[in-house]
């Protein structure tokens, strides 16, 4: 795996698009990010990351709250969710006023799940702009939070149309 984590980034290095080089920087960051958790007793992947994060942000939250904000599919989402639960990751409760709901939370093993990917995530961070100086992380920050408008404008566009 690890060839092929490096000739993907080695040929979007040498392109000069912006959204190649985002795109293999991303890639990096997650390949490196879930290493630390492949081989523990969760396989945790992108998606399930996201969800742990979503009802860590969100305790209490419905699986339609979930879909709602991710724009996910639902069976997708009910698939990853009975997955989280079944490994112990994610503890459910049925709503006191409306038993056809149900309330998600994370576990202790979920929430030290998501620690060590935070963790992780602020470790790979540090590494991604060693030797940069705060004026040179504050443009790329300013830089890239220019692109995302820039998509984000013309996402608003389309919707409009």
């Known amino acids: 795996m690890r060839k092929s984590v490096d000739s993907v980034n080695q040929s979007a290095a040498a392109d000069d698009s912006v959204l190649e080089i985002i795109h293999a920087v991303m890639h990096q960051y997650r390949a490196q990010q879930f290493r630390v958790l492949r081989d523990g007793p969760h396989d945790i992947t992108h998606m399930d ?19 709602q904000h991710s724009g996910r599919d639902k069976a997708q989402l009910a ?12 503890n459910g409760e ?17 929430q030290a ?4 990917l935070q963790q992780q995530g602020k470790r790979l961070n540090a590494t991604a702009v060693a030797g940069m100086g705060d004026a040179e992380r504050k443009q790329l ?13 013309v996402a608003d566009e389309a919707s409009k149309k």
């Not at 698939?79 to 994610?90: C, E, S, V």
């Not at 049925?94 to 979920?110: E, F, K, M, V, Y």
């Not at 920050?141 to 998509?151: G, T, Y």
Request: net charge positive; hydrophobic share 40%; no cysteine.
């Open 113 to 116: 799940v998501r620690r060590a």
């Open 94 to 110: 049925a709503d006191p006023s409306d038993r056809r709901n149900t309330r998600l939370t994370l576990t202790d093993a979920g």
């Open 49 to 67: 990351s996201k969800v742990l994060g979503f009802f860590g942000r969100n305790p209490g939250a419905t699986q339609s709250d979930l879909a």
């Open 141 to 153: 920050v300013a830089l890239l939070q220019r692109v995302n408008q820039n998509l984000a404008n």
């Open 79 to 90: 698939r990853l969710i009975k997955g989280l639960r079944d490994r112990g990751l994610l």
